[in-house]
């Protein structure tokens, strides 16, 4: 982002995640309260990432070798004639969808207990900058009306 922003920036897709990353803004006089709220967004992101990006990875590699063995089976190859790349019809997919949602079933309810978890503390650390900051202005407005 340029150096005169003031807002974070949304990166386009990751490629193995699909997350659109997050360049967080750092005002200048950043608060102890607000580096920390900052920290711990940019630490869910990278969670997030880590979780997306190996979740996808895993799911594409089984969605292919459960493609191949099923063409094995049918005594078909990975390619046509044409070259084209040889699919399954939507009822096989869905036997795949089915297991695969099943095999992972914990590790999505883990992902989301940390999910919830950390975007709680996020609200709860952006109500606290929120009230400081509100704090702070009229702190500064009672000063300014005095003089």
């Keep these: 982002p340029p150096a005169h922003s003031r807002n974070d920036w949304i990166g386009p897709p990751d490629k193995h995640s699909n997350l659109r990353p997050v360049i967080f803004y750092v005002p200048p006089e950043e608060s102890p309260l607000e580096r920390r709220l900052r920290e711990v967004r940019q630490e869910a992101q990278a969670c997030d990432q880590r ?34 790349k040889a699919t399954l019809n939507a009822e096989e997919m869905a036997d795949f969808y089915k297991d695969f949602l099943s095999k992972n079933f914990r590790k999505h309810m883990q992902y989301n207990r940390d999910w919830y978890k950390r975007n709680f503390t996020i609200t709860f650390l952006m109500g606290q900058v929120a009230l400081a900051r509100a704090l702070r202005w009229l702190r500064w407005k009672k000063k300014n009306v005095g003089n």
């Design 51 to 84: 979780f997306w990006a190996r979740h996808n990875r895993t799911f594409r590699q089984e969605k292919e070798e459960f493609i191949y063995s099923r063409l094995k089976a049918k005594g078909l190859e990975m390619r046509d004639e044409a070259g084209q």
